[in-house]
Structures are given as structure tokens and as C-alpha cells.
């Protein structure tokens, strides 16, 4: 029997609901066919979104999406995306696939396709192939309500209204894709392109982001602040609002991904052994930035994340096609088990990619869409956006296969809401060992409980033909003896539990 302490008197930091976050790129089928069909009569759509897929992601609960890119982000000119579809440019996306991009996605259609999903703005801007007039004029285009050139141009586009950008990037992997630069060199260019975002309604700021590290590149993310933090006069205050993190989990290496279905089970514990790095990662970010942001003013933004395998079989290789199983809802549950951990320095975490690339939590195919084993671990944890995190521990014990490659078999994070309800995520890493569990509050005792899960043999997923394979389900083990919640956490499985104190 393993023990987990709560203690509801000590709450540890706010979960923004951003923690909960998407990223859709112009990559393979996530814009294109994922979530925009254009004018299609086949797929119902309302103003080209999918009506399938608005409605899904509704459900599961988005409260921000990133969007162009990505790597895409540093050769997207906005201009080409806006006005009358038939004189907008053609473009070869050279990242991914070098197919013909016709631009028919633009500002306008993701500002529509954020108000039908009723989240949040994240604009990614171009460094590494743009200008810093080309940036600047993007943000007058969506935000300025006044006369100017660029608001004049958005009117005379169709929209006679300003949109709100909620969160603005300052170039997308400058240290790679974005330009293969030198940290001293991007802060720099970071100092100089941040300053004409302009907050033209001082009652909406955008959150500006600055390009981060990639994983363990701590130097990137050392030179950069420091850079970025010298000489900075005292007005600059909110010259940097937050530092991205991208870090994917690649079962094997970079050039034998691994396949995302047909995995042994070295390669299960490998992958969640990967996947417990973020904990290291956001620990020796933070306290690089806490040498120099010492009021943690600036929040770590992991805005793309999870796993990468090989494409699936006979499709585009530029399209990182790939399926999603019950090895993805645990790295799902453990990564925003982390993030939860963290809040007091993460403030958005951004899972790649919203639909049809890398960790999906939709895949389509023509008219047909399926909810991944991601999708359904989201659509638990969403019970955690807006409340408070509060202390907690569990007794563990180590499992795995290879000795430098042993996990903790249990994963946890709880937190209570605007009711006082506690809603607790847990998730059980081991392959065949099921987890009795006893939850201990240091006040007060359990009265009521209830609790859905999503698990099963490693391998299942989901497919257009057997679409409901994994999903998420109630589940009915919990016993409540004198205030002490009891239950058998099943093996690979990852559980949400809401209780009521008594
Ligand atoms: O998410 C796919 C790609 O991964 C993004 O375009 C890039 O930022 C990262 O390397």
C-alpha cells in the first residue's frame, strides 16, 4: 500500500489553464484538412472549421493555441496570409514536405477559429527571416482599434474590429530552424524586435516571449538572459513576459525515432524515463533565470512538448504523421502532472500538435475523426485549470528494465478548485503492477469521491475503424474508510479523482 499526503492548508502556486495548452503549425494535415477544410461540401464546417473538430476540442477543454509555428513561424510573412484568397501567395513549405502552401490560412482564419474554440491568442512571430517592421506592422494589424495604415488594411480585409493577442513569440527556435544563431546574437535581436510589439490598449498587454532553449541547453538559456538583462533601462519593465522550452520525448534517438505502436517494453520504460527528464529540465532552467529575474517576473513557457516518433508507414515523412497509445496518455499524464508542479514558473505548456501531427489529440482522415488516448488524458486533467496546486507526496518505488533506466512507478499532482473540491491525477508507469493507493489529508477527511480513468495493454489505440478503444471511463474502486480514500491504481493507466472534504 502506498501512501498519498495531502495537505490541503498549503496551496504551492495558481495552475493557469494555459498549462493546458495546443500548438498547431502549417505542417502536414493539422491546419490543412485537420482543422480548415476551406469551403469543402464533404466535411461539415462553419466558415472552413471543422465542425467535428471545434466540437471535440470544445469538450476536452483548449484554453490557448499557438499558431503559425514552429519552424514554419521564422518563413511566414503574414501579409501573404490576408486579403482576397484568390490574390493571396503561393509558398513552398520547405520544412515540411515542400508542399504548396496557398496561404488560404491566414490571421484572419485563425483569429475565427480561436473565437470558435473560445480560447486564447499565442502569435508566433518571425526573426529569423523577417523584419522588425514586418513584426511590428503584424501587431498594429491585429490590435491597433484606430486609424492607421495597418488597421485600415484589416478593416478593408473584413474586419472592422481589433482581435486580442494574448501571447506573442519572438522567433521560434532562433537557435536552429529560426536562423542557426548564437544566443548573444538572438538576445539581441530579441532586445531590439520586443520593443516595437507594441501594446496599443494598455488594458490588453501581449505577453511577450522570448525564444528559449532547446532541452538541456542551458547555455542558451544563460547567455540569452544575460544579454538580454544588461543594461536594460529600469522603464523596459515587461520587456520579457516569459522564456520558451522546447523538449520532445524520442524513444531512441534522433535518427531511429522508434515506431509510435510497435514498441517492446525497454522501450515503454525508456520513453517514460524521457519523459520524467522535464522535471530536471524546468528545475535547472528556473534557477538559471532566478539569477537574473530575481521577483520571477518571467514565466518558463514550454511551448512545444511530447513525443516524436516515426512517421506511420506510406505517408509523407515532412508530415510527422503518427499514431498515439496508451504509452502517449502516460506521457500526457506525466508531463502536466510536472507542469502542475511547477506553476509558480510555468505559466503555459504547449502539447505538439493539436491535430494529424506528433502527439495528436485528434487524427483525421477525410470525414473521419478520432480522439486519441492524449485527447482523453487532456480531457481529465482539465478539471485542474484555475485552481490552486496543493502540497502533496506520494510513496514510491522504482521499476524499469535496465538499471540506468529505472522510473518511479507513480506520478501525482492535486489541486483544489474555486468549490473546495480537490481534484487529484495520478498516473502508474509500471507495465503488469497494479498500485494499492491510501489518500492521507493532513486536515480534515474525504467524504465523497469519484473517479474516471483512461488505461489498458500498452499498445491500444485507437483507429478510424475501432475509434473508441481507449477512452476515458468511470471508474468504480474507491472506498472511503474513516476520511482515508482507498483504491488499486491499475497498471499503465492514468486516473482523476474529484473528492469532497469532509
Ligand atoms: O513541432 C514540430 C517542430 O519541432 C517545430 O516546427 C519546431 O519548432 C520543432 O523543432
Not at 465542425?51 to 501579409?79: Q, S, T
Not at 505559466?347 to 480522439?371: D, P, R, Y
Request: glycine share 8%; charged share 25%.
Amino acid at each position: 500500500m502506498k501512501k498519498l499526503y495531502i495537505n490541503p492548508l498549503n496551496k504551492m502556486g495558481h495552475i493557469n489553464p494555459e498549462l493546458q495548452g495546443h500548438f498547431s503549425e502549417h505542417l502536414g494535415r493539422c491546419i490543412y484538412e485537420g482543422l480548415y477544410v476551406g469551403d469543402s461540401k464533404d466535411i461539415p464546417n462553419t466558415n472552413g472549421m471543422r465542425n467535428d473538430v471545434i466540437a471535440a476540442l470544445k469538450e476536452m477543454g483548449i484554453p490557448v493555441l499557438r499558431w503559425p509555428g514552429g519552424c514554419f513561424a521564422d518563413e511566414y510573412h503574414w501579409l501573404d496570409g490576408v486579403g482576397p484568397k484568390e490574390n493571396r501567395k503561393k509558398m513552398i513549405n520547405t520544412h515540411w514536405g515542400g508542399v504548396v502552401e496557398d496561404n488560404s490560412f491566414g490571421t484572419h482564419e485563425f483569429m475565427e477559429l480561436c473565437k470558435q474554440l473560445g480560447c486564447k491568442t499565442y502569435i508566433n512571430g518571425n526573426v529569423g527571416s523577417g523584419t522588425v517592421r514586418e513584426m511590428s506592422e503584424w501587431v498594429e494589424y491585429m490590435t491597433f482599434e484606430g486609424v492607421s495604415p495597418m488597421a485600415d488594411l484589416r478593416k478593408k480585409n473584413g474586419s472592422e474590429s481589433s482581435w486580442k493577442v494574448d501571447y506573442f513569440g519572438v522567433g521560434n527556435e532562433n537557435w536552429g530552424c529560426g536562423g542557426n544563431m548564437n544566443p548573444e546574437f538572438y538576445g539581441n535581436l530579441y532586445r531590439q524586435y520586443q520593443t516595437y510589439i507594441r501594446n496599443y490598449d494598455p488594458k490588453k498587454p501581449i505577453f511577450k516571449i522570448a525564444c528559449g532553449a532547446n532541452a538541456s541547453d542551458y547555455n542558451w538559456t544563460d547567455k540569452v538572459l544575460d544579454t538580454c538583462y544588461r543594461n536594460m533601462p529600469d522603464n523596459a519593465h515587461g520587456f520579457m513576459d516569459g522564456l520558451s522550452l522546447h523538449y520532445y520525448t524520442v524513444p531512441h534517438d534522433w535518427n531511429h525515432k522508434g515506431s509510435a505502436v510497435d514498441f517492446d517494453d525497454k522501450t515503454w520504460y525508456d520513453t517514460l524515463n524521457k519523459t520524467l527528464f522535464m522535471d530536471e529540465l524546468i528545475r535547472r532552467h528556473t534557477n538559471i533565470m532566478d539569477k537574473y529575474d530575481k521577483d520571477n517576473k518571467v514565466a518558463l513557457i514550454v511551448d512545444e512538448w511530447g513525443t516524436w516518433y516515426d512517421v506511420e508507414e506510406g505517408t509523407n515523412p515532412g508530415f510527422l504523421y503518427q499514431q498515439n497509445t496508451i504509452r502517449d496518455a502516460l506521457v500526457a499524464g506525466i508531463n502536466l502532472n510536472i507542469f502542475n508542479k511547477h506553476c509558480d514558473r510555468v505559466k503555459m505548456a504547449n502539447i505538439a500538435q493539436l491535430v494529424n501531427v506528433l502527439q495528436a489529440v485528434i487524427l483525421t482522415e477525410g470525414e473521419k475523426m478520432v480522439k486519441t488516448p492524449t485527447y482523453h488524458v487532456f480531457n481529465m486533467y482539465k478539471h485542474h485549470q484555475d485552481n490552486e496546486l496543493l502540497e502533496s507526496f506520494i510513496e514510491n518505488e522504482e521499476i524499469g528494465i535496465e538499471d540506468d533506466k529505472k522510473v518511479c512507478a507513480l506520478n501525482e499532482s492535486v489541486s483544489v478548485d474555486k468549490d473546495g473540491k480537490l481534484h487529484i491525477t495520478l498516473c502508474n508507469l509500471s507495465i503488469d503492477k497494479d498500485q494499492e493507493i491510501e489518500a492521507v489529508l493532513a486536515e480534515n477527511g474525504i467524504a465523497e469521491a469519484k473517479a474516471e480513468i483512461v488505461g489498458g495493454e500498452i499498445h491500444e489505440h485507437n483507429t478510424f475503424d475501432d475509434p473508441e478503444k481507449v477512452t476515458k471511463k468511470a471508474f468504480d474502486g474507491l472506498k472511503i474508510e474513516g476520511g482515508k480514500l482507498k483504491f488499486t491504481l491499475p497498471a499503465a493507466s492514468v486516473m482523476h479523482i474529484e473528492a469532497v472534504l469532509g
